[in-house]
């Protein structure tokens, strides 16, 4: 008798998979793996992520599972794979092969994933003449191109998106049903047969050019003229870089004076005579996330690129994110098939400039961009692809590590783990550089860029945000923080929000949240120092703080020392003048009259004087911003401001320049009741009026007493975990020397990075802060 093989128990479990899983091409990858593993069942996105029913052998579901986290698709992101076995199948029970099904709703516990830049695959078909998506301006697949900016709601599916009104050709729905296919179920599929289309216009919406678009911008841009150009998040004003006339005629027409611009290149290689750029700043230029990057220019820089970015040390630069950016590089270097050309030196640089005219939200909508940019544009790049949720470009320093100036496209709204999972909360943010925060859980969701919320586009603009942030993440409030001070729309929205879900409204101090920010994202436990470090933030006390050492610990906040206040003659109009701010340290040393000789060319001179000596509109600030700018004064760096930090910016410009000098620990003190007096410091580089040499010295000795500001605090506390935030983090001169100093302290340093140490953080640290006081009995 002829024996019978052993048959093998088949195992049914349900698999829930949570992160980004949904719009990178995770359930094709799970579909391919089933089928090598001889997986029976399906998978869908749902609510909670990814969904997926398997039956087969034990070793095969062993595999699966381990798969599922070490080869998933680049651009997803696995935070949990959870198992719920459902018993053993008899045998060749359930072999009905394996298969996508579609999405179910239901309360979203996943996330949508950021918009990424054009893989190699599709730039390789973009730039092939006999691929049928030669040139196509919207070209993208499972592993590139748009998310968040095109997203209404959860699941995402093509229906919750932009791309709901372009229905998919035969081709391109062959594609998107086709689990082997890379664009299967890629939302934003299309091609040039059913896909958005690019239209050159002018400010009436007439057309340009009869022909192709984009050569006839890139002729434009190259006779001179400034063009629109629609893009992921938003609107760009982009003209040539290298021409001067061009760049001028954007300065005037924008009303920016000299706040720098960013450029964008073809490819690393199209930097090389313009900024230096080392590994980790290329690894940052050439990421899906394709931000812009602080460079360190060259000799020759300016000259190059006249206007761009005067004054200052830094170049902000980036290469093409979207198809159409390749395109215009593409066309100027006369259409060369293959990729090979991008890896070569272009001589086309291109400014490319947020446009949010009057410091108003970024353009957006088509008739929004020929309203509001009437009189900047020269022409208009439209297409038909509707942009949902503006996103400007992110900004980043890669010194040592990645650190962020501005978090937006490319990384919003990817979530940031907190140490410990809570109710929901909402944080509103503060005044300036304003960005919204929602926890969900044990995640914190932090928005793009919304901007100062100086006009009322940009406080419609944070009200649509936290609106769309509370809606695609499906959660109810529990209670939501915002700023102490009583003036920002910020916190009157807080309030109107508050009583609509009738929760509390919880108050946290402003820099209390910078250090909670970084408590946050560094997942710390236990009591930190905290060094807050800033322009201005209102202080518990009711005055203008920014120089703070403090101890966090969760919602509790003591100040143990400040910086020796300065004085502001005129109010705010100081913080934008830097004579002003040295005029107030000459007066604090009891020179007052030095004030009239110092700046007699100044007409202001004499008033500012007077208000010093009687103490009348001239409040106190411990800021570290404003030390920093009376620095700036007394070495005639900058009279005044053309944008906020110029002279800050120009300080670590001539310190950087100037190479490292040793501190001089005369020149500072501390007190018994832990005021830390940087006065001595700016007198002595005034006395000596050497720009250079004084921009260094004052990093140098200022890291160095900031140091021993926080080795005394640990000894007398026991606490040595330190924190330091605020926006003078941004600063790289000092942060570096600040991690040195302390280090030769034996204490090390915990700073922002998975958000900006500036105001673009506040409000993660408020969302902690508030989840800490919701626990708190």
């Keep these: 008798m002829e024996a019978i093989a052993p048959t093998v128990a088949r195992q049914r479990c349900r698999v829930v998979v949570r992160g980004i899983v949904q719009g990178v091409g995770f359930r094709p990858f799970v579909y391919r793996l089933a089928r090598e593993l001889d997986l029976d069942g399906w998978v869908r996105n749902d609510g909670a992520g990814v969904t997926i029913e398997a039956v087969g052998d034990a070793e095969a579901i062993a595999a699966l599972l381990r798969r599922l986290r070490d080869d998933a698709p680049p651009l997803a992101r696995v935070d949990s794979v959870s198992r719920d076995d459902s018993g053993t199948a008899s045998p060749g029970a359930l072999r009905t092969g394996f298969a996508v099904v ?13 918009d990424a830049a054009t893989c190699p695959d599709c730039l390789e078909e973009l730039l092939a003449p006999a691929d049928r998506r030669y040139r196509y301006a919207f070209i993208n697949c499972t592993h590139c191109g748009p998310r968040y900016t095109i997203t209404r709601e959860l699941p995402y599916d093509r229906a919750s998106t932009s791309m709901a009104g372009f229905a998919l050709c035969p081709d391109c729905r062959t594609e998107y049903a086709s689990p082997i296919d890379r664009r299967f179920h890629a939302e934003p599929n299309a091609c040039p047969v059913c896909g958005p289309r690019l239209a050159l216009v002018d400010a009436q919406g007439r057309s340009l050019t009869d022909g192709d678009p984009v050569a006839a911008t890139v002729a434009r841009l190259l006779r001179g003229e400034i063009v629109a150009v629609k893009g992921l998040g938003g609107f760009h004003l982009a003209c040539d870089a290298r021409n001067a006339a061009a760049v001028a005629a954007l300065r005037r027409r924008k009303a920016r004076e000299e706040k720098p611009f960013a450029v964008m290149v073809a490819g690393r290689a199209s930097l090389a005579p313009l900024a230096e750029v080392d590994s980790a700043e290329a690894a940052l230029l050439q990421s899906r996330e394709r931000p812009i990057v602080l460079l360190r220019k060259c000799s020759e820089t300016d000259a190059l690129l006249p206007g761009v970015a005067p004054g200052l040390a830094w170049l902000g630069a980036m290469l093409p994110a979207t198809p159409l950016q390749v395109l215009l590089f593409h066309e100027a270097a006369g259409r060369p098939p293959g990729t090979a050309w991008m890896e070569a030196p272009q001589p086309l640089v291109l400014v490319m400039t947020s446009a949010n005219p009057g410091g108003e939200p970024l353009v957006t909508a088509n008739d929004e961009a020929l309203a509001r940019l009437a009189g900047i544009a020269d022409a208009w790049l439209l297409h038909d692809r509707d942009i949902v949720i503006r996103c400007d470009d992110s900004v980043l320093r890669a010194l040592p590590a990645a650190q962020f100036v ?3 496209r490319g990384y919003t709204p990817r979530a940031i783990r907190l140490p ?4 929901a909360v909402v944080a509103t943010g503060g005044h300036f550089k304003n960005t919204v925060c929602v926890t969900r859980g044990d995640e914190a969701f932090v928005s793009e860029h919304v901007g100062d919320l100086d006009n009322a586009a940009t406080c419609a603009a944070l009200e649509d945000s936290v609106a769309h942030l509370v809606a695609i993440l499906d959660v109810e ?5 915002h700023d102490l001070h009583p003036d920002f729309f910020s916190t009157r929205l807080a309030a109107r929000l508050a009583a609509q879900w009738r929760v509390p ?9 910078h250090v909670a920010a970084v408590v946050a994202e560094r997942r710390l436990d236990g009591p930190v120092l905290g060094l807050a470090l800033d322009g201005v933030g209102l202080g518990s006390d ?3 703080w920014g120089g703070e050492l403090l101890r966090v610990d969760g919602a509790r906040c003591e100040r143990l020392g400040r910086l020796r206040p300065l004085r502001l003659p005129g109010g705010d109009r100081a913080a934008r003048e830097p004579w002003r701010m040295a005029a107030a340290a000459f007066h604090l040393a ?7 000789r110092r700046f007699a060319d100044e007409p202001g001179a004499a008033t500012v004087a007077a208000l010093l000596d009687r103490g009348f509109n001239a409040p106190e600030t411990s800021s570290l911003g404003r030390w920093f700018d009376a620095a700036a004064g007394v070495l005639d760096v900058r009279r005044r401001m053309a944008f906020e930090g110029q002279a800050a910016m120009l300080l670590e410009g001539l310190a950087a320049s100037h190479g490292a000098v040793p501190p001089e620990r005369s020149l500072y003190a501390i007190d018994a009741a832990n005021e830390l007096d940087l006065l001595p410091l700016v007198l002595r580089i005034a006395e000596r009026g050497d720009p250079g040499w004084g921009a260094a010295v004052f990093h140098a000795t200022l890291a160095c007493a900031l140091a021993e500001w926080v080795e005394r605090a640990a000894a007398a506390r026991q606490v040595r975990t330190v924190a330091a935030a605020g926006g003078c983090m941004l600063n790289a001169v000092l942060a570096a020397a600040l991690r040195r100093e302390l280090a030769a302290r ?5 700073e922002a990075g998975a958000v900006p140490p500036n105001d673009g953080g506040l409000a993660l640290g408020q969302a902690w802060v508030a989840l800490q006081m919701l626990k708190t009995p």
């Excluded at 410990?420 to 109710?423: F, L, N």
């Design 590 to 596: 009891g020179d007052g009259a030095r004030i009239a």
């Design 746 to 750: 034996g204490l090390g340093l915990h």
């Design 505 to 513: 409204a919880l108050a946290v101090q402003h820099h209390h949240a």
């Design 420 to 423: 410990r999972a809570g109710p």
């Design 542 to 544: 009711g005055a203008a």
């Design 102 to 114: 579609d999405s179910e709703r239901g309360p979203a516990t996943t996330a949508v994933g950021p």
């Design 477 to 481: 409030p529990a209670a939501v923080a």
């Design 406 to 408: 501005r978090r937006a």
